[in-house]
């Protein structure tokens, strides 16, 4: 199977899921869209393997994951393509909570289909690490495909359990942070809408209040 193949597999994949929870949930309705829109047009496609010390964490929690068979083994397949990246090297978050996730983009400027609607791919988070509390404009969902995490919608939300088969949708530009549990989680990620506009981190004060700063 070639690398464009597992890549629209991935779409297929992730398109049925979506589609099949989409029916109880409006809210996922504009990732449906653009994961149907997605073509064979090559994006940048990044590759080789990092050196990082999350990596040796990444099999196991393949291993873990739950769900559709083919998808399964569709993740893992590209996977094995390398091409993870660190998500952030240190904009507006500091360099230990940067290292504690790493990214590999399937659909969108840097992955095998190019996109200018879509973002999506495989999302890999360190056990333990705390996402720190941010906003952007652009629709963001998060499918757990390995391990437990609770997703903060809202600075005063109570923070939710989101476990293999579950997802969370994040609005534009609600605040929101991640909890991982014990283990690793491997999120299939897809982010959509306004993909241009800034990030912002959320700083709780000791008086309790917010201070938002732009990466
Ligand atoms: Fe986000």
């Known amino acids: 199977m070639t690398s464009q193949t597992r890549a629209l597999q991935f779409v297929k994949s992730y398109l049925k899921i979506l589609e099949d929870l989409g029916r109880s949930d409006g809210a996922l309705a504009p990732f449906v869209d653009a994961l149907r829109r997605v073509d064979e047009t090559p994006g940048d496609n990044l590759t ?23 998808l399964i083994e ?15 090297e240190g904009e507006g978050i500091n360099a230990t ?10 659909v969108g400027p840097k ?20 996402y720190p509390m941010h906003n952007h404009a652009g629709l963001e969902i998060y499918y757990v495909h390995s391990g437990v995490m609770h997703v ?3 600075v005063d939300a109570k923070p939710r359990r989101v476990g293999p088969g579950d997802y969370s949708v994040t609005p534009s530009n ?12 491997v999120i299939l990620y897809a982010w959509t809408g306004d993909m241009e506009s800034p990030i912002y981190w959320w700083i709780e ?10 990466a």
């Open 48 to 70: 080789g393997v990092l050196d990082h010390p999350l990596m040796p964490l990444l099999e196991g929690a393949l291993a873990a994951a739950k769900g559709p068979q083919e």
């Open 74 to 88: 569709t993740i893992i397949d590209l996977a094995g393509e390398g091409g993870f990246h660190q998500v952030y």
């Open 97 to 106: 909570q940067a290292d504690y996730m790493v990214e590999k983009q399937i």
């Open 111 to 130: 992955g095998r289909l190019s996109n200018q609607k879509l973002g999506s791919g495989i999302f890999f988070l360190a056990p333990n690490f705390e």
């Open 152 to 154: 903060q919608n809202g």
């Open 174 to 185: 609600v605040p929101h942070a991640l909890y991982i549990g014990d283990a690793p989680v």
């Open 205 to 214: 004060e000791e008086d309790g209040s917010w201070t938002k700063i732009v």
